[in-house]
Nanobody
Framework: QVQLVESGGRLVQPGGSLRLSCAASGFTFSNYAMRWYRQAPGKERELVAAILRTNSSTNYADSVKGRFTISRDNAKNTVFLQMNSLKPEDTAVYYC?????????????WGQGTQVTVSS
């Protein structure tokens, strides 16, 4: 059974930091690129950060560059999102995503999301 379980979301003041975690199970984690998405109320889901199968290549949305860092621990089947200098506009539900393309087949898994609220 495939599972992606996010944790770490909570209420935080502007300028604060949070570290989100996403624990994976039921598939070969190291074979998948991992992404964090977020969705704010009334807005479309947007890509926040991505990391390939190793830590060598990462990508970020312009809105979070320099503030967020994505990383992964393949030994622990976990991907992280370190969020610093948080702003009210970072408030959203954050989702973990796993994706792999093999032999022209696409495999995509989603977590249930964790709420991040940035407010004073």
């Amino acid at each position: 059974q495939v599972q992606l379980v996010e944790s770490g979301g909570r209420l935080v003041q502007p300028g604060g930091s949070l570290r989100l975690s996403c624990a994976a199970s039921g598939f070969t984690f190291s074979n998948y690129a991992m992404r964090w998405y977020r969705q704010a109320p009334g807005k479309e889901r947007e890509l926040v950060a991505a990391i390939l199968r190793t830590n060598s290549s990462t990508n970020y949305a312009d809105s979070v560059k320099g503030r967020f860092t994505i990383s992964r621990d393949n030994a622990k089947n976990t991907v992280f999102l370190q969020m610093n200098s948080l702003k009210p506009e970072d408030t959203a539900v954050y989702y973990c995503n796993a994706r792999r393309i093999a032999r022209l087949n696409e495999y995509v898994f989603w977590g249930q999301g964790t709420q991040v609220t940035v407010s004073s």
